[in-house]
């Protein structure tokens, strides 16, 4: 094959254009790298090898801009790529490529996310809800909220006197609260003794 047409193009792309009507958008690092040119004549087979080691490129490259901005699970980061519009077998190329660098890694992710979790008095049951959304494996997220071991009566009484305390003046508010915090993922019995707990230091306080 006979290439034909050689055209920058924007964002870091070479149109390639060869004899006989095929086109290609190729990375243009790897255009220079392949010395193509026109006039150049190359098999199908190696016009197969540089689109496909160019769609590694380009996918590696948009992997890293995203995770330059924001940390990401490998399973986030494939969907992520495969919505961008790159290829199925250059996604998975670049992500094992990240996992193997330890670039991306699920474990570290999970950790750093449950610690977010259970500083911002998020349930263990919403924690692991939001985990499983980003990507991160049923055990992994389990294992990582397990070994912070999160207090969940004191994560309810931060809650009351943060956010729901004054709600608890008002008509059915213990109603109302209760409810909240049990739609936020903490157990029924949690939550009576909490409250119940709250109510009683309230009281106490208030006699004197």
Known sequence: MRVILVKK??????RVAFAGGTELLLDREVC???????????????VEEIKGYSDYVRAKNRALWYLD???????????????????????????????????????????????????SNISEREALS????????YDIAKSALADLAPDEAAQIAALIKKKYAYKLTCERGT???FAALVRRGFSYGAVREAMKKYNDELEFGEEY
């Open 9 to 14: 193009e924007k964002a870091h792309l070479t």
């Open 32 to 46: 220079a790298e392949k010395g193509l040119c026109e006039g150049t004549v190359i098999s199908e087979a190696e």
């Open 69 to 119: 901005r924001s940390d990401y699970t490998e399973k986030a980061l494939y969907t992520k790529l495969l919505r961008a519009g790159f290829d199925k077998r250059a996604c998975a190329a670049v992500l094992a490529r990240l996992v193997e660098l330890g670039v991306v890694d699920d474990v570290r992710f999970a950790e750093r996310y449950a610690e977010r979790c259970v500083e």
């Open 130 to 137: 939001k985990m499983l959304s980003k990507g991160v494996p």
């Open 175 to 177: 109603e109302k609260v």
